[in-house]
T-cell receptor
Framework: AQSVSQHNHHVILSEAASLELGCNYS??????LFWYVQYPGQHLQLLLK??????LVKGIKGFEAEFIKSKFSFNLRKPSVQWSDTAEYFC?????????????FGAGTRLFVKA | SAVISQKPSRDICQRGTSLTIQCQVD?????MFWYRQQPGQSLTLIAT?????????ESGFVIDKFPISRPNLTFSTLTVSNMSPEDSSIYLC????????????FGPGTRLTVL
């Protein structure tokens, strides 16, 4: 069965600092990879996704993520965070299992950006 | 994207009772998913509901506790039966638009508190 691990549960940064959130997954086959964000009091929203092609994907609000197949990783980055990036970030992996495709989520990382 | 609504948005229930949560999507979708997000934790997949067939439950979740209906391609219900305080959680409906990339869209969630 697939699993997803996020390295940091809580991250505190000052504005303009660079961000990198780690995500590793375990699954031997083809995967689709996602980062979702949940701003305080709001729905989960898709930040970016990887299906195939260029392993460096760009999402909304200046976020990007790099898929490194050999490391089973899909780390999220942003060069300069803003106070409005305060949210919880979830890495997710979608892959085929018995019964069809399933999406499994990591535990989430709470990011707090100090103004 | 898909527009998903859930009812109720929140509820406070007594131990031993049951609550049915409704999920409505603005367009026909093949797959609908029910997740649980317990306080401070990530999303856990409860079951996958496909129209016209029995829901598929994940390990640790059973139909007697979480019966699901999927009468058509735009609607599903999840019932939380014989509730206990451990069932206090946010319950999220999600859909896959079957666009070939398995991107999921989430409803606003139902915040359930069991006393």
């Amino acid at each position: 069965a697939q699993s997803v691990s996020q390295h940091n549960h809580h991250v505190i940064l000052s504005e303009a600092a660079s961000l990198e959130l780690g995500c590793n997954y375990s699954y031997g086959g083809t995967v689709n990879l996602f980062w979702y964000v949940q701003y305080p009091g709001q729905h989960l929203q898709l930040l970016l996704k990887y299906f195939s092609g260029d392993p460096l994907v760009k999402g909304i609000k200046g976020f990007e993520a790099e898929f490194i197949k050999s490391k089973f990783s899909f780390n999220l980055r942003k060069p300069s965070v803003q106070w409005s990036d305060t949210a919880e970030y979830f890495c997710a992996v979608n892959a085929r299992e018995t019964g069809g495709f399933k999406t499994i989520f990591g535990a989430g990382t709470r990011l707090f950006v100090k103004a | 994207s898909a527009v998903i609504s859930q009812k109720p948005s929140r509820d406070i229930c007594q131990r031993g009772t049951s609550l049915t949560i409704q999920c409505q999507v603005d367009s026909q979708v093949t797959m609908m998913f029910w997740y649980r997000q317990q306080p401070g934790q990530s999303l856990t997949l409860i079951a996958t509901a496909n129209q016209g067939s029995e829901a598929t439950y994940e390990s640790g979740f059973v139909i007697d506790k979480f019966p699901i209906s999927r009468p058509n391609l735009t609607f599903s219900t999840l019932t939380v039966s014989n509730m206990s305080p451990e069932d206090s959680s946010i319950y999220l409906c999600s859909v896959d638009r079957a666009s070939g990339n398995n991107e999921q869209f989430f409803g606003p969630g139902t915040r359930l508190t069991v006393l």
